[in-house]
């Protein structure tokens, strides 16, 4: 019977966690964003044809659903710049204006007929105020180009990659006054731009938005996230103030 079984402890064998490099790069990503104050979205995967019309994005390379449950859900995003659109206009039509957002996600695109690629994106858009800072004592602001490209930097050194590169553009679908391509060794990696004033129209978004698009794969090609431990130093640090004086001579 039962009673006759003696109560034991079971052997717990204990198994390390081994993430993946894409694993340790998409938390050091969410993390770094986060801290800077950008929110995490998540859009659907599937979007509509008209979505993806007033997003400016080409139709020539999507991939498309057979037979969709809906027209929403018509072909699979190629890009993360429709849904991060839609979620901006979603939140200023609540009374929310000031946004930072986020998404990382997967892409997909057709290559041939019957050839499929799915790839990991990152995309960060920005609009309305960004708020001044109590040390400085600035006041709040219209967000702009540079503050979108300070968050691209950060992101990047965290990553591991200290020498990127900003490439003027042509594309329609971008401000002619503020758009460029990403590039990290002459290897484009994405792009950053104000969303241009057709585009936001056709979403009926007032404000200027601002917004970047990477691939993390090309951007994981040329970084390093690994860390490296020193040892401790053995003496501690000493500092001296020293001063020179010389004659006064005319």
């Known amino acids: 019977g039962y009673g ?18 894409d694993m340790i790069a998409a938390h050091k990503i969410r ?35 057979t037979n969709p449950l809906s027209v929403e859900e018509e072909i699979m995003r190629p890009s993360l710049m429709p ?49 001044g800072s109590w040390v400085s004592g600035a006041c709040n602001r219209q967000c702009g180009f540079f503050d979108i490209k300070g968050v691209l930097e950060v992101l990047l050194a965290e990553l591991g990659v200290h020498d990127f590169s900003l490439k003027e553009i042509k594309d329609p679908r971008f401000s002619a006054t503020a758009r460029a391509s990403i590039e990290i060794n002459d290897v484009p990696i994405g792009v950053m731009a104000e969303v241009s004033a057709k585009i936001l129209d056709g ?43 010389v004659e006064k001579k005319s």
């Open 4 to 21: 006759r079984i003696a109560s034991t402890i079971p052997d717990i064998v204990e198994q390390p966690v081994r993430r993946t490099i």
């Open 31 to 65: 993390k770094v964003l986060t801290s800077l104050g950008i929110d995490e979205i998540i859009t659907y995967s599937l979007l509509s044809k008209n979505l993806l019309a007033m997003a400016g994005i080409s139709d020539r390379d999507y991939v498309e659903i």
């Open 83 to 131: 849904g991060l659109l839609n979620a901006i206009v979603w939140n200023i039509n609540r009374k929310t204006k000031d946004l930072k957002l986020f998404e990382l996600g997967n892409i997909y695109s057709k290559e041939s007929a019957d050839k499929f690629s799915e790839r990991r994106s990152l995309c960060i858009g920005m609009t309305g105020e960004i708020s």
């Open 203 to 245: 979403f009926d978004i007032k404000d200027k938005v601002y917004a970047l698009e990477i691939g993390i794969e090309t951007v994981l090609r040329h970084s390093s996230i690994e860390k490296h431990f020193k040892e401790l130093p053995k003496y501690p640090s000493a500092s001296r103030d020293m001063s020179i004086i």
